[in-house]
């Protein structure tokens, strides 16, 4: 068994290897506040998403050192406060520069933030809300909605209903598995490779998804 049966109260596991149990020791060490910075940081610029932190930060709040309503209290604060910096950049710089800056740091993609835009213009307010529920919209909506001068109060309400429903469902659905773990346990050397293979097939895609963006504006500049 790896180190994801965490004893209650230990702020670690019991040692051994793998990414599931490191992620799963980290988590507990953070607590629900470092929760919810991660969920900021994945708000900004996304290098873990919350469909990996917040459910596994679920499951361990069975046996851990994180608790139910602190875990959805916090990554929605987060969310918000991740979702107000876009906002205050999109409002400072505009759509077009903002977008340039953020697909500068090559951990956004130019399609998502154009499918953020384009969500906004069609729905407004609506689209602040169920695009916290929509993955590669979810956290680039605030762009547009900061360069159209939404109004602020009205964003961040939208910005904490919509992403306290998807914290809280991605919270609850492992908290939900959490009270199988005696099931799920056994499998977790499984998950662990499962783990590395979705990150492999991550990096190949983006390294592909980039090199045939910068073939096509080769192209389109030598025509």
Known sequence: MTALAIPRGAG??????????????????LGDVGVGALVLLETVVPPIPSEVILPYAGYLSREGSLTLVGLILWSTAGSTVGALLLYWLGAALGMRRASRLL??????????LDRGAAWFH????????VGRLVPGVRSLISL??????MHLGLFVLCTAIGS??????????GAALG????????????LDKVVYVALAV????????RRRRRRARIEAAED
């Open 144 to 149: 547009p909605a900061g360069a159209d001068r």
């Open 103 to 112: 697909a500068r740091t090559r951990l956004v993609d130019e399609d998502d």
């Open 12 to 29: 670690g596991g019991s040692g051994e290897g793998g990414l599931v149990a490191f992620a799963g020791d980290l988590l507990n060490r």
């Open 164 to 173: 306290g429903a998807w914290n809280s469902a991605l919270i609850g659905l």
């Open 179 to 190: 009270t199988q773990r005696h099931l799920i346990d056994p499998y977790l050397d499984v």
């Open 202 to 209: 991550a990096v190949a895609v983006l390294v592909v998804r």
């Open 122 to 129: 069609r729905h407004g307010a609506v689209a602040v809300v």
